[in-house]
């Protein structure tokens, strides 16, 4: 029997936006050469990172949000979490959830957020949703979804692909299903 793996606390963020009166979301296709869920369809997400807890942020959780994530966890930790879904978002797609603020010289995985002269913006975020990797996968995680509306993006730059996702696009809801998405997101 393997050894079993404590999920680590992610993050993720779904994007919408209305383009010709459907609804779209931002999703990308994860490279081929990862470990976890490679060549799957996912929206933006990743783990937390420490510097999530210290960042400052334009605006709070929404109350809703907040009271929902209190039932589960220290409000300290949720606004960390939902931190991570922005940061990930940033770093997987280029695109910011965010409000201007004078630019910033940080160390740390929010260097790139705050060197374009932007805060993170909670306010836009709503929770929706908490999922757990089942145990006997490579990689765990103790995932929180968080949604938000392109409008709320400082900027809309094209989203470009990174290292995490080979593709990035938005995608109208009738077609997602299509893809090939991990089962948590059906």
Same mark, same amino acid.
């Given at each position: 029997m393997g050894v079993r793996m404590k999920p680590k606390d992610a993050a993720t963020l779904i994007l919408t936006r209305t383009a010709g009166g459907h609804t779209e @979301?931002?999703?990308g296709r994860r490279a081929a050469?990862? @470990?976890f869920m $490679? +060549?799957?369809w996912v929206f933006p997400g990743g783990r937390i990172d420490p510097s999530d807890f210290r960042i400052e942020a334009a605006g709070d959780l929404p109350? $809703? +949000?907040q009271a929902l994530l209190a039932r589960e966890l220290p409000a300290r930790r949720a606004r960390a979490l939902a931190l991570t879904a922005i940061r990930e978002? =940033?770093?997987e797609t280029g695109l910011s959830l965010a409000r201007p603020a004078p630019p910033a010289s940080i160390a740390g995985p929010w260097r790139g957020f705050r060197a374009v002269g932007a805060l993170p913006d909670l306010s836009a975020l709503t929770y929706m949703a908490r999922a757990i990797t089942p145990p006997g996968r490579t990689r !765990? =995680?103790? $995932? !929180?979804f968080f949604m938000a509306k392109a409008e709320a993006l400082l900027d809309v730059p094209a989203a470009r692909p990174t290292e995490e996702l080979d593709t990035v696009a938005w995608i109208p809801m009738d077609e997602a299903r299509a893809l090939d998405l991990p089962a948590i997101t059906r």
């Open positions: @979301v931002l999703m050469g990862h @470990v $490679a +060549s799957k109350k $809703a +949000s978002t =940033f770093e !765990r =995680f103790d $995932a !929180r």
